[in-house]
């Protein structure tokens, strides 16, 4: 093929970029994911030296037989995150078993302010998905340390949590997971919200085919769904849903798709609630947090909601002070 006599410009081929700060197992997975769904190309960061470096050799290597054509580079440099259109934060300690989410924040607040200073250098239109724990206030620390508008920045939770529910119905019912449709609110803690008047299976309400004691059993399940995963484990977190589920989002904003999908958003009166970043369901796009949708809740829903949303604002008072 000879190129030079040909008078066809080929168009400005650039692929989208997403950082993803952290090559531990959720990091790791998430880039795989996104590789390998061919979404773009990975700049794979973490501190320790060697690691993103030896994680992007090896899932390279797989590159030929998974059929991809994404770039993924590991790194220990910001420089080489230089405009990108996505920086996933998953850098932090994982949760050991007996530890909440919440025991995490003074460490992970440290970490998630260095890197997201770090990063907006480098990515100053970047949208910023977070999934580091705390997940709530580790977006709002997020938020404020990048100088970001908010509907840049967005939490990853409201999927995942979503999702377990939807495995968990689909296991109890012995029907197909694509079926079952799930809404999870609040926050990414014990006292999130699973909106099970909402959860269907084919649009039929989910209270129509299980009695109240069994949704109630699937409702505690998802609420504890990832300390039940840290129990088995015993040595970290879970990261295969956590990292589909980031996938899921970055693939909503890239794609420009418009999904409808719960994650941690700044919420400006919406449920009542003002100055926090809290799971609700948000339209997920190229221009990132594009609206937020209110549901209609029970006075019931609503007091669960604040509860939740006053256990993460203790997290976000807490956090502020390493931002000083
Ligand atoms: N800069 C870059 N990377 C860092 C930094 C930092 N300042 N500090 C820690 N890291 C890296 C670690 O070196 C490690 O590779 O973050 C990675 C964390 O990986 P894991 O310990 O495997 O934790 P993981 O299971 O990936 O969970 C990460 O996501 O779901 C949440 O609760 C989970 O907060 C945790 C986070």
Redesign the pocket.
């Known amino acids: 093929m000879n190129a030079s006599s040909s008078s066809y410009t080929p168009p400005h081929c650039k692929s989208p970029l997403v950082t993803v700060?952290?090559?531990?197992?959720?990091?790791r997975t998430l880039t795989q994911r996104i590789a390998e769904k061919n979404l773009a190309d990975v700049v794979l960061?973490?501190?320790?030296e060697g690691?993103p470096q030896g994680i992007a050799l090896d899932l390279m290597a797989a590159q030929g037989i998974e059929l991809h054509d994404s770039k993924i580079i590991g790194t220990n440099n910001y420089e080489d995150t230089v405009g990108s259109d996505i920086v996933v934060i998953?850098?932090?300690?994982?949760?050991k078993p007996g530890m909440s989410?919440d025991d995490?924040i003074q460490t992970?607040a440290k970490?998630v302010a260095?890197?997201a200073k770090k990063a907006i250098q480098y990515s100053p239109n970047a949208q910023f998905i977070v999934?580091?724990?705390p997940l709530d206030a580790m977006t709002y620390l997020t938020w404020k340390a990048t100088g970001l508008p908010a509907s840049q920045v967005m939490g990853m939770a409201g999927v995942l949590d979503s999702s377990r529910l939807q495995t968990f119905i689909a296991m109890e019912l012995g029907v197909c997971t694509a079926d079952v449709s799930t809404m999870v609110l609040g926050g990414h803690g014990d006292l999130m919200l699973p909106l099970t008047r909402y959860c269907t299976v084919r649009g039929v309400p989910i209270a129509e085919l299980m009695d109240e004691e069994t949704i109630e059993r699937l409702v505690e399940r998802t609420r504890h769904g990832g300390a039940e995963v840290v129990k088995l484990l015993q040595t970290?977190?879970a990261?295969y849903a956590?990292a589909s589920s980031g996938c899921l989002m970055v693939e909503a904003i890239l794609r420009d798709r418009s999904r409808l999908l719960p994650a941690a958003a700044y919420l400006q009166g919406q449920y009542g609630l003002d100055d926090i970043f809290l799971g609700v369901p948000c339209r997920l796009g190229c221009r990132g947090v594009e609206s937020i949708l209110e549901v209609k809740l029970t006075d019931e829903e609503q007091k669960a909601l604040h509860a939740s949303a006053d256990s993460v604002r203790q997290n976000i008072k807490v956090a502020m002070e390493v931002l000083g």
Request: charged content about 15%; cysteine-free; glycine content about 20%.
């Open positions: 700060i952290g090559a531990g197992n959720v990091g960061i973490d501190i320790v690691l998953t850098a932090g300690l994982a949760r989410r995490l992970n970490i260095d890197v999934i580091t724990n970290g977190g990261y956590p």
